[in-house]
């Protein structure tokens, strides 16, 4: 499974600040021949994503660094 891509601080640390970012706007029209703006939507470009290549990054990413000793993740065949 993966990779997956992770937007995000350290583990117990909010998300970063997304005034940055732009909001999109609708895809369609509305009655009035406008394309409001979505509310609570940003447009985060692809390279302020981290690649995560398996779920045990997931893993650190969310929870900080695994217990040692502990077995990584097999994958379901």
């Known amino acids: 499974m993966g990779p997956f891509f992770w937007f995000g601080g350290m583990p117990g640390e909010p998300l970063p ?37 398996d779920f045990d990054q997931v893993l650190e990413a969310l929870f900080g660094p695994l217990p ?7 994958p379901l065949v």
Not at 27 to 46: D, M
Request: no cysteine; aromatic share 4%.
């Open 17 to 53: 600040v997304l005034d940055a970012y732009d909001s999109p706007r609708r895809a369609t029209h509305n009655k009035a021949g406008e394309r409001p703006v979505r509310k609570n939507h940003r447009l985060i470009p692809g390279r302020n994503f981290q690649r995560l290549d």
């Open 68 to 74: 040692a000793g502990m077995l990584p993740v097999e």
